[in-house]
């Protein structure tokens, strides 16, 4: 698995933007899936985006489908999440996650392999307030 460090979150009002980051400290290779997870408090991590280094297929969440972008840089060591138009309902701690993946997964499939995964670090306090 690739080691990301997760930069960004932070307070900010209804409808803001927040831009997440996930930087590596080398290329992240073709064959990663890099996802965008999060939990809410009392509630259950959900897999909320991601992106196939290799081919750039993305996938998201209907909760966040056209408020959120996920995108890598074009020196693969980096993988951002803008968060527009931000809902109280967003509040959550935020983590990334990388494995990698044959293939023949596609990206919605290797979401769901990662949400088992058992070691998630910190993560990233984002706070959507009025």
């Known amino acids: 698995r690739s080691s990301c460090r997760r930069l960004g979150g932070g307070l900010v009002q209804i409808g803001g933007s927040l831009r997440l980051s996930c930087a590596a400290s080398e290329p992240i290779g073709d064959d990663y899936v890099i996802g965008w997870f999060r939990q809410a408090p009392g509630k259950e991590r959900e897999g909320i985006s991601g992106?196939?280094?290799?081919?750039?297929?993305?996938y998201y969440a209907d909760s966040v489908r056209g408020r959120f972008t996920v995108s890598s840089d074009y020196t693969k060591k980096a993988v951002y999440l803008q968060m527009n138009s931000l809902k109280p309902e967003d509040t959550a701690v935020y983590y990334c996650t990388t494995d990698r993946f044959s293939s023949l997964f596609t990206t919605a499939e290797a979401m769901r392999v990662m949400l088992s995964h058992k070691d998630w670090g910190e993560g990233t306090l984002v706070t959507v307030s009025s």
């Open positions: 992106i196939n280094m290799f081919d750039g297929k993305t």
